[in-house]
């Protein structure tokens, strides 16, 4: 609802910046009256009753405008062009690649070298894994960031950084970044201050002089690591006080109930626009509100700051988008959407993590009924948003979905869950996986995985055997992961070294700031001798890099799959097969998934249930007509094969 008060409260704020806002500066003007109302009611949630609150709101409203103010004309042009489609991040060709930019390619110089690495595959989005400034001995891979405005010296500098994005930019590619918005290292200039005896800083994190209040908190939150960080609290002899320290000692919680706060690292989050970033991944967002008596996560007040961040965002650097990182139950994903009068208004993306894990449930079982359990809950997000679709990340694989989505098919959630972390590791009799466990709890002995995308489908063990069966079948389930994953709806996200055939690294255990964490066996360090053999027609690193070439391409052809919220799922009438319908008014794209290791069978009225009619269907990635009369009784799968079909008449 429109406020002629806050409209004139925002002009006074305003008026020594002498922006030209019946000019050259009105669609900006026009922003952030449009969404003063929603942002004034949001902060005022929060912060209405902090001392600081009004004086902090004027601050706010000058930051917004500064950051529109010092935005460069080319991504002001990039805005402009962004806001001209409805949803440009939902596009069928968007294909992203997260990396580290140091294993990839030494440093920021280095990757600007490979660029032509990216387009020969056909990936157009780079996420550069964490470049800012973080302590060596402490750095936990970037994530404990010692300064958000500076590159850490091994990346490069600001310069590179730059120079990077305007060829991008050029070549109509985008970047992602992060930024940790949850805490800092304990090296941070911040922390640095509240040691010092600083009591403004000592109120950016949450600090206590005795253990009363953390008790009180520790009560009720689980451990984030509790194998190597248990706990929540750490004792800082410098300020003699206790501070909240979930993930890492050297981690410090930042106090988010402290306006303050929230002021200076929405100024980070602006700063990352302005170099340029197109979407910013927003690292731990379901951990940036505290509240003693609750788990610490998921609360209300963490989804109203992410919908403040939205809206501030794109009053003032519209063309970049949010991805909140919450690795959360399925139940508490959607929420990071928004909800009711904010549905659709937190973030732009969030991770489908629970269908990446349903994924490697369905490789190992070859059974897909849990998968197909929780998609009534997947559907549920709003046309407008998206997903990051991927096969695995940086991290490890969690196994997060519910019991009841277990049970529902006849399964022990404890015994199913103990099969996946046998198989994943290879204990499991006739498992061809190499796997770790990864956060093992020795209470619960709830446990993640570890491992690259081939590792973890045989390939490793394949070649040791030097078994050429063995690789063949790998290579077939690493191509059917990435196509179940890419076609599903979302953005989908390759990491790095999977599209060369990466098995685990195992050189991160005699490095003494990463042998602690085995999530480092999956984050190799690139070999370009091994990558120039995608070059070698019938290598295995030419099969996979081949077939994610193609996959990419098909995708990027077929504007029925931009996420439009068009998915619907087939019944196969076979448990080892998953199916699914992308459409658009013109046209329908059935995918078909055998995730079985022995040849599967789906009928032709699986097809004729959805209206298809013609007797001859079209397979993009094996480029073959099906017809119905050569195969009368249905569809044959190979093993681990999969088929994107469309009705063909010819």
Not at 236 to 255: A, G, P, S
Not at 544 to 558: H, M, P, V, W
Request: one cysteine or more; a negative charge.
């Amino acid at each position: 609802m429109y406020s002629q008060t806050l409209h004139t409260r925002i002009n006074k704020i305003i008026e020594p910046l002498q922006l030209d806002i019946a000019g050259k500066d009105n669609d900006f003007y026009t922003r952030l009256i449009a969404s003063a109302t929603a942002i004034h009611s949001l902060y005022m949630e929060i912060y209405g009753n902090h001392e600081k609150g009004l004086a902090c709101f004027n601050n706010l409203i000058t930051g917004i405008t500064m950051a529109y103010y010092e935005r460069a004309f080319a991504l002001r042009e990039r805005d402009r062009m962004k806001l001209q489609k409805s949803a440009w991040f939902t596009s069928n060709k968007l294909t992203g690649m997260s990396l580290y930019v140091d294993l990839f390619a030494d440093d920021l110089k280095g990757l600007q070298k490979k660029i032509s690495w990216f387009e020969k595959l056909g990936v157009n989005l780079l996420h550069l894994m964490p470049l800012f400034e973080s302590p060596e001995e402490a750095s936990d891979g970037g994530y404990a960031v010692k300064d958000f405005r500076k590159l850490d010296k091994k990346y490069g500098t600001l310069k590179d950084l730059h120079i990077l994005q305007e060829t991008l930019l050029d070549k109509d590619m985008f970047l992602m970044l992060d930024i940790v918005l949850n805490h800092t290292s304990d090296q941070h200039q911040w922390a640095q201050k509240a040691k010092a005896g600083d009591s403004f800083y000592q109120d950016f994190y949450y600090t206590f002089p005795d253990r009363h209040i953390p008790d009180a908190y520790e009560s009720a939150m689980p451990e984030v690591f509790p194998e190597t960080a248990p706990g929540s609290f750490t004792w800082n002899d410098d300020m003699k006080r206790w501070v909240m320290t979930v993930f890492h000692d050297y981690q410090w919680d930042l106090n988010f109930t402290n306006p303050e706060v929230f002021l200076a690292m929405l100024g980070n989050v602006f700063f990352y626009a302005n170099l340029g970033v197109d979407i910013l991944r927003i690292d731990a967002p379901a951990f940036i509100w505290k509240q003693v008596g609750t788990t610490c996560q998921n609360l209300p007040q963490a989804h109203s700051l992410l919908r403040l961040i939205r809206h501030c965002v794109e009053v003032g650097t519209p063309g970049m988008a949010l991805l909140g990182e919450a690795i959360v139950a399925p139940q508490d994903i959607l929420p990071y959407f928004g909800e009711g009068l904010h549905k659709g208004k937190e973030c732009h993306f969030a991770y489908n993590a629970t269908h990446m894990a349903l994924q490697w449930d369905m490789l190992a079982t070859t059974d897909t009924r849990i998968m197909l359990n929780a998609q009534s809950l997947l559907s549920q997000k709003p046309k407008g948003a998206s997903w990051i679709t991927y096969t695995r990340c940086h991290d490890d694989i969690g196994l997060g979905y519910s019991d009841e989505m277990i049970r529902s098919v006849g399964f022990d959630p404890k015994e199913h869950r103990r099969f996946l972390k046998d198989y994943y590791t290879g204990v499991y009799t006739g498992s061809p996986a190499r796997g770790a466990l990864f956060g093992v709890n020795v209470k619960t002995q709830d446990a993640r995985i570890s491992g690259t995308l081939a590792s973890l489908c045989g390939l490793e063990e394949a070649l040791e055997m030097k078994d050429a069966f063995l690789i063949e079948r790998a290579i077939k389930k690493i191509l059917l992961m990435q196509a179940h994953a890419m076609f599903l709806g979302g953005l989908p996200m390759l990491f790095y070294g999977d599209e060369a055939g990466y098995t685990n690294d195992y050189s991160y255990r005699n490095d003494s700031q990463k042998s602690y964490d085995n999530r480092w066996m999956h984050r190799p360090l690139i070999d370009w001798k091994k990558n120039e053999r995608t070059n070698k027609e019938g290598t295995l690193e030419n099969q996979i890099f081949k077939g994610t070439q193609t996959l990419i391409s098909i995708r990027s052809s077929l504007e029925l799959l931009a996420d439009e919220s068009n998915i619907e799922w087939m019944d196969t009438e076979n448990i080892h097969l998953a199916g699914f319908i992308r459409w658009n008014h013109e046209q329908r794209l059935y995918c078909i998934f055998n995730f079985s290791d022995r040849e599967q069978s789906i009928h032709w009225l699986a097809f004729e249930k959805w209206g298809c009619t013609t007797n001859k269907m079209w397979d993009h990635y094996s480029k073959a007509i099906i017809s119905k009369q050569e195969k009368p009784f249905g569809m044959v799968l190979h093993p681990f094969e999969f088929r994107l079909l469309q009705e063909s008449k010819n």
